[in-house]
């Protein structure tokens, strides 16, 4: 064995190690891998097989989300940014399940979307996407408009835009800033979840709760208030009607902001009951298939008007803290 070949074995060994074991034809040539060795590799039962395109994993069995998202970009080329699903779940959020990897490429650059990997050109490239080895990434606002703006069901993209802002991934501003930016076909459903973020409501379940009392036309409450008695903080219900002495909870452990939050739900409870507060619960479920009995209770909850004896000093959302 010669040199030059060990010299080719070496930088091959590299590139795949790097790649996760993913190459192009144009890499594997550049290393010294002739054209009858590339076949070779790639025959029925052989040690290599095609993911894409001139785009080849190296060893057998079902390629891992590590070796489709790099075999995407390599696909797209050099300058590709992961966007949509694949690059929400990489910032560590949950994203609607889909077989297929969204990248963004230069608008000037031809090249069609192939097998599980669909193309998007955009004159809007990020500017400095996130690099993980051989993996970049569109900034989360980026990746979470994106997925937003091709989901159909409102629900799906409320849940999305709650998540990433709950787990402190991505600002409201930050979502606002990218829906004025991009595109406006598509983000009809992106926009009414962002406009639930600045009224107050945190979660899908909570913004089912705002439609509804919209829909019933019930005097609206004031969503996710912290409230006081004196300087002491007693808590910061769903939905607040201060002058009925009224509070909502909705009772969800998947998008509070962590499971602790569902589990201090009694102790909440305990102190607006102790300030005397009405306090209703609700869970999403009930939201979706028992509206007409949600308005009810809350209907004869407001009816009531058992407003506190003591004062209750509310602090809308987005005030400072005291």
């Not at 990997?117 to 993996?135: K, Q, S, V, Y």
């Not at 808590?235 to 569902?262: F, N």
């Not at 209907?299 to 987005?318: C, D, E």
Request: with cysteine; net charge positive.
């Amino acid at each position: 064995m010669t040199r030059s070949t060990q010299l080719d074995r070496t930088a091959l060994a590299d590139v795949l190690a790097y790649q996760y074991h993913v190459i192009t034809r144009r890499q594997a040539f550049d290393r010294g891998l002739t054209a009858s060795a590339l076949r070779q590799r790639l025959r029925p039962g052989g040690p290599w097989q095609r993911l894409l395109p001139g785009v080849f994993l190296t060893v057998t069995g079902t390629p891992t989300p590590d070796q489709r998202d790099v075999a995407a970009l390599l696909y797209a080329g050099p300058d590709s940014v992961l966007t949509g699903p694949a690059a929400v779940r990489r910032w560590d959020a949950p994203a609607p399940g889909t077989s297929f990897i969204d990248v963004l490429i230069p608008a000037a650059r031809q090249r069609q979307s192939a097998g599980f990997t669909r193309i998007h050109p955009t004159e809007r490239m990020p500017a400095a996407p996130h690099t993980a080895g051989p993996i970049r990434l569109a900034p989360l606002d980026r990746a979470a408009a994106d997925t937003a703006r091709w989901l159909t069901q409102l629900g799906e993209v409320r849940a999305l835009v709650a998540t990433v802002i709950q787990r402190d991934l991505c600002t409201p501003a930050e979502l606002a800033a990218e829906l004025r930016a991009g595109p406006v076909q598509g983000s009809a459903l992106l926009r009414t979840a962002v406009g639930d973020v600045f009224t107050g409501t945190r979660s899908n379940p909570e913004a089912g709760l705002a439609d509804l009392i919209r829909r019933a036309k019930i005097p609206a409450p004031v969503f996710n208030p912290k409230l006081y008695l004196g300087e002491e903080f007693i808590a910061s219900p769903d939905a607040w009607w201060e002058a009925a002495g009224v509070a909502v909870e909705v009772d969800s452990r998947e998008y509070h902001l962590s499971p602790a939050d569902h589990e201090r739900t009694l102790a909440r409870h305990a102190r607006m009951s102790a300030c005397g507060i009405t306090v209703l619960h609700f869970t999403p479920r009930q939201i979706r298939t028992e509206p007409q009995r949600v308005i009810a209770t809350i209907r004869s909850a407001l009816a009531a008007n058992s407003r506190p004896k003591v004062t209750i000093n509310t602090m809308p959302a987005g005030r400072p803290a005291r």
